[in-house]
């Protein structure tokens, strides 16, 4: 019988880890990537156990290590005072409780990592995915170049303006009023930030502020939202103005000044919000990570979920063997759907509820958000999350 061909739109976090995963499950596939050169761009990731559970049984491990970091601790401080709300604590403790680390790691170089594992006749840079058709026999990827590839299974793994995902629901994004600024610092800029390895979030009225140490502690990477009503455009490489971001924070907490103005250059991108989807395949395709669940970057969780569905997918399909028939197809389809949408529902909720509560004015309101904080710091409220295993939630399913 021969063996399923899948193809892949889109070569980022969720396309190769999808393919590793499939791989280490006994099925090649390939992956076809609009960009020329594979330089993952943006600035950091939080990696949470969920995650990287997942990761070190690709083999990741020593290599996630030695360019990661370990903090000790999440924080969230008050804008002005930098009064303590909650520290939830991560290091020695979170690894002991879930069997996994929480990492902080530049996305370049989780990026690196991943497609190590991928061969290279595998990934197609240069084919930019225009549309994606299907009939009874095939899924097709339609090339910018007017080429095709069909496939038994198209996996859409083609990031927020996911072409792919245009076969399930037409894209509907709503502004949130938010955008959010990007950047790296070096090390040597910050010294005062680093003295213990942390996840910091500073909160305050219609605006956050969050930092951690990525590139095994060379660099500090930032994300800073602002609420504005001009800016629209929804892209990681947009550039922003370092001075507008450094004034729309005057009068914060000095951490947080100093951070904001040792960044040379920034990105900029606008923030949207989506409605979750009640299905995440039709017919011979399906998606994954941001083409599944696009969810705003309040809950850290958006490369976490896209990992976590690409092992479930993965699992899915191995499971249903080799053919290339519908009937097989569709069970696994629908159990990988079956496994995530519930999930990735709850965690899209909770970014959408944090875009509100990180961003309070100072009252009544955010004066009840703080002893709620206070009262629930510590690791059992995360357990859901961090205690999740994806790979034996799908083994575990039946079919």
Same mark, same amino acid.
């Given at each position: 019988?021969?063996?399923?061909?899948?193809?892949?739109?889109?070569?980022?976090?969720?396309?190769?880890?999808?393919?590793?995963?499939?791989?280490?499950?006994?099925?090649?596939?390939?992956?076809?990537?609009?960009?020329?050169?594979?330089?993952?761009?943006?600035?950091g990731v939080q990696l949470a156990p969920n995650a990287?559970?997942?990761?070190?049984?690709?083999?990741?491990?020593?290599?996630?290590?030695?360019?990661?970091?370990?903090?000790?601790?999440?924080?969230?401080?008050?804008?002005?005072?930098?009064?303590?709300?909650?520290?939830?604590?991560?290091?020695?403790?979170?690894?002991?409780?879930?069997?996994?680390?929480?990492?902080?790691?530049?996305?370049? /170089?989780? &990026?690196?990592?991943?497609?190590?594992?991928?061969?290279?006749? $595998? *990934?197609?840079? =240069? +084919?930019?995915?225009? !549309?994606?058709?299907?009939?009874?026999?095939?899924?097709?990827?339609?090339?910018?170049?007017?080429?095709?590839?069909?496939?038994?299974?198209?996996?859409?793994?083609?990031?927020?303006?996911?072409?792919?995902?245009?076969?399930?629901?037409?894209?509907?994004?709503?502004?949130?009023?938010?955008?959010?600024?990007?950047?790296?610092?070096?090390?040597?800029?910050?010294?005062?930030?680093?003295?213990?390895?942390?996840?910091?979030?500073?909160?305050?009225? /219609?605006? &956050?502020?969050?930092?951690?140490?990525?590139?095994?502690?060379? $660099? *500090?990477?930032? =994300? +800073?939202?602002?609420? !504005?009503?001009?800016?629209?455009?929804?892209?990681?490489?947009?550039?922003?103005?370092?001075?507008?971001?450094?004034?729309?924070?005057?009068?914060?907490?000095?951490?947080?000044?100093?951070?904001?103005?040792?960044?040379?250059?920034?990105?900029?991108?606008?923030?949207?919000?989506?409605?979750?989807?009640?299905?995440?395949?039709?017919?011979?395709?399906?998606?994954?990570?941001?083409?599944?669940?696009?969810?705003?970057?309040?809950?850290?969780?958006?490369?976490?979920?896209?990992?976590?569905?690409?092992?479930?997918?993965?699992?899915?399909?191995?499971?249903?063997?080799?053919?290339?028939?519908?009937?097989?197809?569709?069970?696994?389809?629908?159990?990988?759907?079956?496994?995530?949408?519930?999930?990735?529902?709850?965690?899209?909720?909770?970014?959408?509820?944090?875009?509100?509560?990180?961003?309070?004015?100072?009252?009544?309101?955010?004066?009840?958000?703080?002893?709620?904080?206070?009262?629930?710091?510590?690791?059992?409220?995360?357990?859901?999350?961090?205690?999740?295993?994806?790979?034996?939630?799908?083994?575990?399913?039946?079919?």
């Amino acid at each position: 019988m021969p063996q399923m061909r899948v193809a892949v739109a889109g070569a980022g976090i969720a396309g190769l880890t999808f393919v590793a995963a499939l791989r280490r499950a006994g099925v090649d596939c390939h992956v076809y990537e609009q960009t020329q050169h594979l330089a993952e761009v943006g600035a950091g990731v939080q990696l949470a156990p969920n995650a990287t559970r997942l990761l070190r049984r690709l083999g990741l491990g020593e290599r996630l290590r030695d360019v990661a970091v370990a903090p000790r601790a999440i924080e969230m401080r008050r804008w002005d005072d930098g009064t303590l709300l909650q520290r939830t604590p991560l290091g020695d403790e979170c690894h002991s409780r879930f069997g996994a680390p929480y990492y902080t790691v530049h996305r370049a /170089d989780l &990026h690196s990592a991943l497609l190590s594992l991928v061969p290279p006749d $595998q *990934v197609h840079l =240069g +084919a930019r995915c225009v !549309a994606v058709t299907q009939d009874t026999d095939a899924a097709v990827l339609h090339m910018s170049d007017g080429s095709t590839v069909a496939a038994d299974l198209v996996v859409g793994a083609d990031g927020i303006h996911s072409v792919a995902r245009e076969q399930l629901v037409a894209d509907r994004p709503r502004y949130s009023g938010q955008t959010i600024y990007r950047g790296l610092v070096s090390a040597d800029r910050v010294r005062h930030l680093l003295a213990e390895p942390r996840v910091r979030l500073w909160l305050g009225p /219609d605006r &956050h502020c969050v930092c951690y140490p990525v590139s095994a502690g060379r $660099q *500090v990477s930032f =994300g +800073a939202t602002v609420a !504005a009503s001009d800016w629209r455009e929804e892209s990681w490489s947009a550039r922003g103005d370092a001075a507008e971001l450094v004034a729309a924070y005057e009068g914060w907490h000095p951490d947080v000044v100093q951070l904001l103005g040792a960044a040379r250059t920034v990105s900029r991108w606008a923030l949207h919000d989506r409605d979750s989807v009640d299905r995440l395949g039709s017919g011979r395709v399906t998606v994954i990570g941001d083409a599944a669940h696009p969810m705003l970057p309040f809950q850290a969780q958006g490369a976490n979920q896209a990992i976590e569905d690409a092992f479930v997918l993965a699992v899915c399909l191995a499971d249903a063997g080799t053919g290339t028939g519908t009937g097989g197809l569709s069970a696994a389809l629908r159990r990988y759907e079956r496994i995530r949408l519930a999930r990735t529902t709850r965690i899209q909720g909770r970014s959408r509820n944090n875009a509100k509560t990180f961003h309070l004015a100072d009252g009544d309101a955010q004066r009840r958000r703080d002893t709620a904080a206070q009262t629930s710091s510590g690791l059992d409220g995360h357990e859901w999350l961090f205690g999740y295993d994806a790979e034996h939630a799908a083994t575990t399913s039946g079919s």
